[in-house]
């Protein structure tokens, strides 16, 4: 959905850019066009280094409970074997 929606928004800005050339001011459209890119640029940075974040902690959850469902079943074996 994210990659989806990165590459529908240069599309829409450019051809809004292009139905409207006539309204722009010619001589600050690249510096505007450049500023909006960035801006996508720093937001798409911003919400991959979030999804990996929560990508990482849900990774630490799984394993912390896969670590402790083995320790558990190791305390269970030593008092059957006692």
Known sequence: ML???SRIFPVTTFGT???HR???DQDQVLLD???IA???DRQLTETEHSFMM???A???RTVVETQRV???RAQRSVSLCQ
């Open 33 to 35: 066009v450049m500023t």
């Open 17 to 19: 850019l292009h139905l």
């Open 38 to 40: 960035d801006e996508a």
């Open 70 to 72: 083995v320790v558990v």
């Open 54 to 56: 929560a990508q990482a």
């Open 22 to 24: 006539s309204e722009l």
């Open 58 to 60: 849900a990774w630490q």
């Open 3 to 5: 990659v989806e929606e």
